[in-house]
Nanobody
Framework: VQLVESGGGLVQPGGSLKLSCAAS????????MSWFRQAPGKEREFVALITYPGSSTNYADSVKGRFTISRDNAKNTVFLQMNSLKTEDTAVYSC???????????WGQGTQVTVSS
């Protein structure tokens, strides 16, 4: 099983980034996909969820209205579009998959997002 995130980087406050997570090794179309983040010195926190096959989404209050999660089941990829970024969005963002078949959760290695002027 592999979850490989990409798209992180350095952006100014108010800017945008789009993260991608390419999945392999499990039935992507039967997995709920999520993004989590962990800032330095803080615990990992939930950011966004999209259920399979993409009919329902859920967001943390801190990102609601600014972030959008989506998925492409044909390409086994989940995305996180992040707009109006704030300095407090700085964190390592990780992709996670919860198989609705096995109930096993998988994690990616993460990608760094830094919001700074």
């Amino acid at each position: 099983v592999q979850l490989v995130e990409s798209g992180g980087g350095l952006v100014q406050p108010g800017g945008s980034l789009k993260l991608s997570c390419a999945a392999s090794g499990f039935t992507f179309s039967r997995a709920d996909m999520s993004w989590f983040r962990q800032a330095p010195g803080k615990e990992r926190e939930f950011v966004a969820l999209i259920t399979y096959p993409g009919s329902s989404t859920n967001y943390a209050d801190s990102v609601k209205g600014r972030f959008t999660i989506s998925r492409d089941n044909a390409k086994n990829t989940v995305f996180l579009q992040m707009n109006s970024l704030k300095t407090e969005d700085t964190a390592v963002y990780s992709c996670s998959a919860l198989s609705t078949l096995s109930r096993i959760r998988y994690w990616g290695q993460g990608t760094q997002v830094t919001v700074s002027s």
